[in-house]
Nanobody, 124 residues
C-alpha cells in the first residue's frame, strides 16, 4: 500500500488550499479509516482530521469549521479542503490510512500507512 499526497504550497493567511491523497495498491479494495496528520518544526504530530469508510469525521478543535475532510471510496482517495488558513496551520501534512474501519486515537499504532509529507506554509 502506498499513499501519494499532493496539494501543498505557500499561501497568505485567509486563503485556501486543498490536499489530496491517493491510495495505491489498497489490498483488494479494502476500505479503511483515513486521516491527515500534521507536524510543525519543534512540535508534536497531531491528527488534523479523519474520516471513516461510512463518512464519520473527526477534527482537531483548532481546524473545526475551517477544514473539511472527504473521501471517494471508489477512487481510493481522500482530500482535505483547508479554508481560512492561519499562520499556525503551517506544517508538513501527512496522509495516513488505518488498519481498520474505525478512526483510531491519534497515538494509536493502527495508523499504519503513511504518505510522504506535503508542506503547507501560511504567511501573515
Amino acid at each position: 500500500v502506498q499513499l501519494q499526497a499532493s496539494g501543498g504550497g505557500s499561501v497568505q493567511a485567509g486563503e485556501s488550499l486543498r490536499l489530496s491523497c491517493e491510495v495505491v495498491g489498497s489490498g483488494g479494495g479494502r476500505i479503511n479509516a483515513m486521516g491527515w496528520f500534521r507536524q510543525a518544526p519543534g512540535k508534536r504530530r497531531e491528527l488534523v482530521a479523519a474520516i471513516s469508510p461510512g463518512g464519520s469525521t473527526r477534527y482537531l478543535d483548532s481546524v473545526r469549521g475551517r477544514f473539511i475532510i472527504s473521501r471517494d471510496n471508489a477512487k481510493n482517495t481522500v482530500s482535505l479542503q483547508m479554508n481560512t488558513l492561519r499562520p499556525e496551520d503551517t506544517a508538513s501534512y501527512y496522509c495516513t490510512r488505518a488498519i481498520g474501519d474505525d478512526i483510531p486515537h491519534e497515538d494509536d499504532l493502527s495508523w499504519a500507512y503513511w504518505g510522504q509529507g506535503t508542506l503547507v506554509t501560511v504567511s501573515s
